[in-house]
């Protein structure tokens, strides 16, 4: 069994930026793939962004393309987003997830329910 905790949110102003990590402890376990979501209040968790084991596939929803970066260093157990021109609808609850099989195919990257590992979340707060 893997343990997820995420750190590295906080509360910023608009047009800044935040880096969030989220570090892998626990029972020795391969992590796969490896993905960020968000639930902002009254919303539904949403996506946000995903990287395969290797590093070599990464996806990003549309609203992050171009303003997040998605990384991860194996040897150290670690998963990290940088986010950066933060705007108010970016506030909400980011989970790590992680899944300890590989990926069938692409869109699995984007499910909640192809991630058997959840992280506690940690608050983005963008303020303007």
């Not at 993905?35 to 395969?52: D, L, M, T």
């Not at 940088?82 to 506030?91: A, I, R, V």
């Not at 099989?101 to 303020?127: D, L, R």
């Amino acid at each position: 069994q893997a343990q997820l905790v995420e750190t590295g949110g906080g509360l910023v102003q608009a047009g800044g930026s935040l880096r969030l990590a989220c570090g892998v402890s626990g029972r020795t376990v391969t992590i796969h793939a490896m993905g960020w979501f968000r639930q902002a209040p009254g919303k539904e968790r949403e996506f946000v962004a995903a990287i395969s084991r290797s590093g070599g596939s990464i996806y990003y929803a549309d609203s992050a393309k171009g303003r997040y970066v998605i990384s991860r260093d194996n040897a150290k157990n670690m998963m990290f987003l940088q986010m950066n021109s933060l705007e108010l609808n970016d506030t909400a609850e980011y989970y790590c997830a992680a899944a300890k099989v590989g990926f069938p195919n692409p869109g699995a990257f984007y499910q909640m329910a192809s991630y058997e590992y959840w992280g506690q979340g940690t608050q983005v707060t963008v303020s303007s």
